[in-house]
């Protein structure tokens, strides 16, 4: 008997939207975990690691985006830089844009300012302090397609633009959920009728929800940063599908001020 050795996929590596001497950021894939934790169990892949051995340095993490969403990830690459994008984190000075697919036609325009408590699983929610959370929303886009998902013969659907100014666990999903807007694929606060038919008509497996967009001013060069990425695949073919292609992303980096306000930020092709 000939004994065969498995084969193991390639990890394919992650896309880098940017990198100089002291941070670099790439675009997240809906679905990974920004780094170990309690809620791993089973997952052998993670953007730190997978960065880290890509690059082959270490990498300092400053802020998060949540499992099942995709889009600009920033990492400091020494402990000073990775002090300096944390505190511009805590103190609110980076600008950050979201895209989310709701459930109905959203609201033109709202703020929710709505206190929100964290949702860690240690404690009942109950007993945890409330903490303030504001949300920027917009409505982009509509849609209403002539299938009956629910009880209605036409269902309806938005392309909502989100600029959370604060940081909270699952700020977007809650406060989207709080105005009866759903993101799709929201298990927890959407309806399964809804999820279950963008997933097996519209070939859309994950959450609707993609940090397109994140600007800062750089801690060391001193002008202002402006990072876009692209959405997933999925994402990407149902804003098509749909007619919202013109609100599509790409991956990209550039400087807001400087000799010229759409210069390339550079150097964003360091070698790996």
């Known amino acids: 008997m000939i004994a065969t050795l498995a084969t193991t996929a390639p990890v394919a590596p992650l896309a880098v939207i940017y ?3 002291r941070l670099i950021a790439v675009a997240k894939p809906p679905g990974m975990l920004v780094h170990r934790t309690a809620l791993a169990r089973g997952e052998t892949r993670f953007v730190m690691q997978t960065l880290r051995d890509q690059i082959g340095q270490h990498v300092y993490p400053v802020h998060r985006l949540d499992r099942p969403t995709g889009g600009v990830l920033l990492f400091a690459l020494d402990s000073d830089a990775a002090a300096a994008l944390s505190l511009a984190f805590t103190e609110q000075q980076m600008t950050k844009r979201y895209l989310a697919v709701v459930r109905g036609w959203g609201p033109e325009t709202v703020s929710v300012d709505a206190p929100l408590r964290e949702e860690d699983g240690t404690r009942p929610k109950a007993e945890m302090p409330a903490q303030a959370a504001l949300t920027h929303f917009r409505r982009l886009a509509t849609v209403e397609i002539p299938v009956a998902v629910d009880r209605y013969p036409h269902s309806r659907y938005s392309l909502m633009e989100a600029r959370p100014e604060t940081g909270r666990r699952h700020q ?11 993101i799709i694929n929201d298990a927890k606060h959407g309806k399964g009728l809804h999820n279950r038919y963008f997933r097996d008509h519209l070939d859309c497996p994950h959450l609707l929800l993609a940090a397109v967009f994140l600007q800062f001013r750089h801690p060391f060069e001193g ?3 402006t990072l876009e990425a692209a959405p997933d695949n999925h994402f990407s073919a149902l804003l098509t599908r749909f007619g919202w292609q013109a609100h599509l992303t790409q991956n990209g980096a550039r400087w807001e001020d400087g000799a010229s306000a759409a210069e390339a930020a550079e150097p964003i092709d360091i070698p790996l």
């Not at 977007?172 to 759903?182: K, Q, S, T, V, Y």
């Open 172 to 182: 977007i999903r809650r406060h989207l959920a709080h105005c009866g807007h759903p």
């Open 223 to 225: 002008r202002t940063l």
């Open 19 to 21: 990198r100089d001497a």
